[in-house]
C-alpha cells in the first residue's frame, strides 16, 4: 500500500499495480474482519481506513491517476500510526 500511494502519474505498471493491490486489500479485509482478536485492535482499524481510502480512490478515478497530495499525505500519517500500534502490540 505504501509503494501504491508514493506512485505518480505515468508510473509503469500502475494500473496492473492498482488492480492487483486493491484485490489483496480486499482479501486482506474479508479474512482477517472474522477474528474479533485482530479486528479489535487500534491497527487493524487503522489499516481498515486506509485500505478504504485506497480502495475508495481506485474506485471513483480508477487504477490510471495517482493520488491527490492531500490523500497521500494523509495516509502516509496513518501508515506511520499503524507501524507505532504494531511495534506496541495493539
Given amino acids: 500500500m505504501v509503494i501504491a500511494t508514493g506512485l505518480a502519474k505515468g508510473s509503469e505498471n500502475m494500473e496492473s499495480f492498482g488492480k492487483n493491490m486493491k484485490k489483496e486489500m480486499i482479501d486482506f ?8 482478536k485482530v479486528a479489535g485492535k487500534p491497527s487493524f482499524s487503522t489499516l481498515y ?15 490510471k491517476y495517482p493520488l ?4 497521500r499525505k494523509r495516509l502516509y500519517q496513518e501508515y506511520a500510526e499503524i507501524d507505532k500500534s504494531l511495534r506496541r502490540g495493539r
Avoid: D, M, Q
Fill in 68 to 71: 491527490p497530495e492531500k490523500r
Fill in 29 to 36: 479485509v474479508s479474512y482477517y474482519r472474522r477474528f474479533p
Fill in 49 to 63: 481506513t486506509s485500505i478504504n481510502v485506497l480502495a475508495g480512490h481506485y474506485t471513483s478515478y480508477g487504477f
